[in-house]
C-alpha cells in the first residue's frame, strides 16, 4: 500500500494563478514547493487561459501529483469576475483530468476553515498559519500562492472524510455527475 501521496492545490485567477504541492508520507505532510503563474502582461483572455493549462500540466508532469485540490470560484457581485474565475478553475480542472488525476474542488470558506479554524479568515491569517504548519521561512509578496497551498493543505485534512467538494476521478466521472453540462 503507498503510504505516500503529492498533492496539488490550484488557487486559480486570470491574473495570478497560485500553486503549491505538498507530500503526505505517513499521514505527515512535508511542504514542496509554492509559486504564481503571473499572466498581467497579456491582454487576450484565451492567451492567459493556454498558459494556465500548460503550466498546470507542466506542474503534473514535473511532480506527478496523485490529487489536485484547487479554490471553487467565490460567489461575489461581480458576474463577468466571476465567469472569468470559473473559466480559469476549469482549464486547471481539464489539465488535471487529461492526465487522469484526480481532482476535488473546495470552497474558499472550507479552505480557510480547515487551515485556521475560520471560515472567515483573511489571507494573512492562512499565509501565517501555514508557515507555522509548514516551517516556511518566508512568505511570498502576493498570497495566491499560499491560497493554492491552502487549497492542498485542506485537501490533505480532509483526506478520507466526506467532504462537501466535488470530486471527479477522470472525464468519465466529471460527465456522469454532470450530464447537464455536457452536450
Not at 476535488?104 to 491569517?125: D, F, L, R, V
Not at 478520507?160 to 454532470?178: D, L
Request: proline share 4%; aromatic share 8%; glycine share 8%.
Amino acid at each position: 500500500m503507498n503510504t505516500e501521496k503529492i498533492i496539488l492545490g490550484i488557487d486559480p485567477g486570470t491574473n495570478i494563478m497560485g500553486f503549491g504541492l505538498i507530500k503526505v508520507a505517513n499521514k505527515k505532510m512535508t511542504f514542496l514547493q509554492l509559486n504564481e503563474l503571473h499572466l498581467q502582461k497579456y491582454d487576450d483572455p484565451y492567451v492567459k487561459l493556454k498558459l494556465i493549462f500548460e503550466r498546470t500540466i507542466e506542474l503534473i508532469d514535473n511532480f506527478h501529483p496523485d490529487e489536485i485540490a484547487i479554490e471553487a470560484p467565490f460567489f461575489g457581485k461581480n458576474v463577468q469576475s466571476m465567469l472569468k474565475l470559473g473559466r480559469a478553475q476549469g482549464v486547471a480542472m481539464a489539465a488535471g483530468l487529461s492526465r487522469e488525476v484526480p481532482v476535488t474542488e473546495y470552497s474558499p470558506k472550507k479552505i480557510k476553515m480547515a487551515i485556521t479554524g475560520n471560515g472567515n479568515a483573511s489571507k494573512e491569517q492562512v499565509a501565517r498559519m501555514l508557515q507555522s504548519l509548514l516551517g516556511l521561512k518566508t512568505l511570498p509578496k502576493n498570497l495566491d500562492a499560499t491560497d493554492g497551498l491552502a487549497a492542498a493543505v485542506c485537501h490533505f485534512y480532509n483526506s478520507g472524510k466526506v467532504t462537501t467538494g466535488k470530486s471527479y476521478t477522470g472525464w468519465a466521472a466529471f460527465v456522469k455527475q454532470n450530464p447537464k453540462k455536457v452536450q
